[in-house]
C-alpha cells in the first residue's frame, strides 16, 4: 500500500473535470428552465395571462383572449392585412373584425 499523495498535474487535471462538469450541469438546468418558462407562455395572452384561442378569421388565424379580449397577430399576419389587394375585401374584413369585438365584449 502506497501512501504516495497525487501529483499537483492530477489534482489540476480533476479540479479541472470537475469544474467542466459543473459548468456543463449548470447550463443544462438553465436551458430546462428556460424552456419550461416559455411552454408556461405558451397560448397566452401577454395583457393578462388568460387563455389564447386561434380563431380562423378571413385569410388569418389571429389568437383571441378569452378574459380580456385581446386579439393578437402573429409574425408576418399583419402583412397579410397589409397586402390585401382589393381594397372592398380589406375594409370588409376589417368591419367584420371590429364588429365581432363589440359582440365579445359585450
Known amino acids: 500500500m502506497t501512501t504516495e499523495k497525487p501529483s ?25 428552465a428556460a424552456d419550461a418558462e416559455r411552454a408556461s407562455h405558451h397560448m397566452r395572452c401577454p395583457k393578462c395571462g ?7 378569421f378571413h385569410q388569418l388565424e389571429i389568437d383571441r383572449c378569452q378574459d380580456c379580449h385581446g386579439v393578437w397577430l402573429d409574425a408576418g399576419e399583419i402583412d397579410t392585412v397589409v397586402d390585401m389587394e382589393n381594397r372592398g375585401m380589406m375594409t370588409r374584413a376589417l368591419g367584420d373584425f371590429f364588429g365581432s369585438l363589440r359582440r365579445k365584449t359585450k
Do not use: H, I, P, S
Open 50 to 56: 388568460g387563455q389564447l384561442v386561434t380563431e380562423k
Open 8 to 32: 499537483k498535474n492530477e489534482d489540476e487535471y480533476f479540479a479541472k473535470l470537475d469544474m467542466e462538469r459543473l459548468e456543463r450541469a449548470r447550463a443544462a438546468e438553465a436551458k430546462r
